[in-house]
């Protein structure tokens, strides 16, 4: 289930530089799970960095994968980046409230 939600974000992703058709969607999913699965694996690389974004984009590009047709470089390395940076915002994110609600806990009536 984790890999399907961050696979959505990067399909959101995608369709925010470039129209995505419905029939995509699951393909989008599966390029972004190799690749996730891909960082998560090699050794010596933290949080899978280098090696998802390479992944990806050599998968994105490939002609046959997107639409018939591979997408451009530019436009599978912009989704790549953006991507990355969006989900180490919002890990950053989820640990500043982490820290927040640990710092000061709510307190019920």
Known sequence: MFIVLRGFG?????AALTPVSPSMIPILISIFSTGWVLGFITPGAP???GV???SVSTLLTQQGFFDNSGLSM???ISAVAIHRLLSTL?????SFFAWVDERWPLKLL
């Open 47 to 49: 949080g899978g960095i």
């Open 10 to 14: 990067f399909v959101l992703t995608i």
């Open 90 to 94: 919002a890990e950053t994110l989820g």
């Open 52 to 54: 998802f974004e390479l």
């Open 74 to 76: 530019g436009i599978a």
